[in-house]
């Protein structure tokens, strides 16, 4: 079948996930969500802290096995598969926190990532020098990687998974932490990464200025739920998206849960933020 961004089911580049759920003992982290993953495009996954976020990343990414729902590449249905099958279909993440080898060099970490892709896709792999010059990274391959600053550190978990030329590439949280002009850098980064590869991004960020100034589509969720979707400005200007951030993102109890550091904006942020990036 035939689809409006011009890409088939079939397609190798087209990742689409349908009517996935997941619940944790009882606690409903995804109640039906769907999404669609082209080429060259960037989808943003937005929401208070808890709606589902990361779940669904894990879904994607095989971390976590969804109870229904399909998660589909080149019309092959991943959802119950193992991650290293999404690793085949060409299905590479970051996580929240940075997980590089510390003791490794940036060039070392980027190596062992590409021993570990399958065999199938060893062939279609990028030359780790391309991949570090292209994010900003060259001087610092032979550095060890917990020698780098956080911003850069944040950059070379991103060049890890570039090195694995993925198809589809799904980031959790990429600017956590970082400073403004890190997180420019960062966008910069994701940007030449995209038009290199050609792939798709999935990013879930509670930058706001990061996701307007990168996504073409956003998804918004809220208790397992998709409540909106549209780009970034048709979202911000959604009342259910205004009214899931004024009930969720002030409650205390959500910014206890989050760490006791509630990092979900405010609409009125949502509209600075934007304003600010474009
Ligand atoms: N491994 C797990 N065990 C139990 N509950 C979980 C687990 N993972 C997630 N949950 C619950 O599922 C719901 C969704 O969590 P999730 O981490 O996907 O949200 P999120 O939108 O990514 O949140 P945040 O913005 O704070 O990272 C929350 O209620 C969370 O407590």
Known sequence: MRRSGGQQDGDERLLVATDVRKAFAGTVALAGVSLRLEPRSTVGLIGP??????????CVSGVVRPD????RVGG???AQRPSHARAKAGVARTFQNIRLFRDLTVAQNCEVAL???PRARRAETLPVAEVLELLGLADAARERSSALSYGAQRRAELARAAVTAPRFLLLD???AGMNERETEELIAAIRALRERLGCGVLVVEHDLGLIGALCDTVEVLDAGNCISRGTPQEVRADPAVIEA???GGGEPDRADRAGG???TPTPG????TEEVSQ
């Open 115 to 117: 021993v570990a892709q």
């Open 49 to 58: 802290n808890g709606s589902g976020k990361t779940t669904l990343i894990n």
């Open 173 to 175: 949280e990429p600017a």
């Open 269 to 272: 942020q949502i509209e600075q």
């Open 245 to 247: 951030y004024i009930g």
């Open 76 to 78: 092959v249905d991943l």
């Open 261 to 263: 550091t509630d990092r």
């Open 68 to 71: 229904a729902g399909s998660v």
